[in-house]
């Protein structure tokens, strides 16, 4: 492939650092807005489209585990749910301090908008698979039944798939690494001596991209 059809398709501008001011500001925004949409469809808007076309849904809507007196989290009824949201806002958080923070290339509002439609439309279609009975990671076995005694509870145990365990140790080890390479590299680049250099200190030492490993 020639490197004119490696730049086409290529939404970051690499080696230009021409200040976009507003595709950082329709990434923010976009990225922000996709949370309130994640919250809707984990609290009831996913079950109810669900529903609509014919599908049975993973958990019964009166299934009401939280209560930690927050609506905002209660809303979402089961502590998987919550934890779906918690990693679309750790996502998000995530990207919003790498373009504000790590990233100096240009990130024009086109690829800006791609890049949050991508993402979002990852992140719903994740929320919907889950939320269907036919494809919810909650009846895959086998299951750890963990004895949690918490006011906001209803429940004195919950029922966790390992498969649950497992994802979100993946997630946060992903992130933590995604996240410390990215620094790493931006302190390498900033080092005047190292202009021009391929990073390997840190992590970097254990793979050319090892972000993209994270």
């Not at 089961?78 to 806002?89: E, I, V």
């Not at 086998?142 to 949690?148: H, N, T």
Request: proline share 6%; hydrophobic share 45%; charged share 15%.
């Amino acid at each position: 492939m020639s490197d004119s059809m490696q730049w086409k398709f290529d939404l970051i501008k690499r080696g230009d650092r021409t200040p976009t001011p507003w595709g950082t500001v329709t990434f923010i925004g976009l990225r922000t807005l996709d949370l309130p949409l994640q919250h809707a469809l984990l609290s009831g808007l996913g079950a109810t489209l669900i529903s609509k076309v014919g599908l049975a849904t993973a958990v019964p809507a009166s299934t009401a585990i939280l209560q930690t007196g927050i609506p905002l989290i209660d809303s979402l009824g089961h502590p998987t749910n919550a934890l779906l949201f918690l990693f679309a806002t750790g996502s998000t958080a995530k990207q919003v301090y790498w373009l504000t923070r790590l990233s100096k290339e240009s990130f024009p509002a086109r690829a800006a908008a791609t890049v949050s439609f991508f993402n979002t439309l990852v992140n719903s279609v994740n929320a919907l698979l889950f939320l269907t009975f036919a494809t919810t990671s909650l009846r895959s076995v086998p299951a750890l039944s963990i004895p949690i005694s918490l006011p906001f509870l209803s429940s004195s145990s919950v029922e966790v798939p390992l498969s649950t365990v497992v994802g979100t140790l993946m997630y946060v080890v992903g992130i933590t690494l995604e996240t410390v390479s990215e620094q790493q590299r931006k302190a390498f680049k900033d080092a005047p001596e190292n202009q021009g250099k391929v990073c390997k200190v840190g992590v970097w030492r254990w793979a050319r991209h090892i972000n993209y490993f994270g």
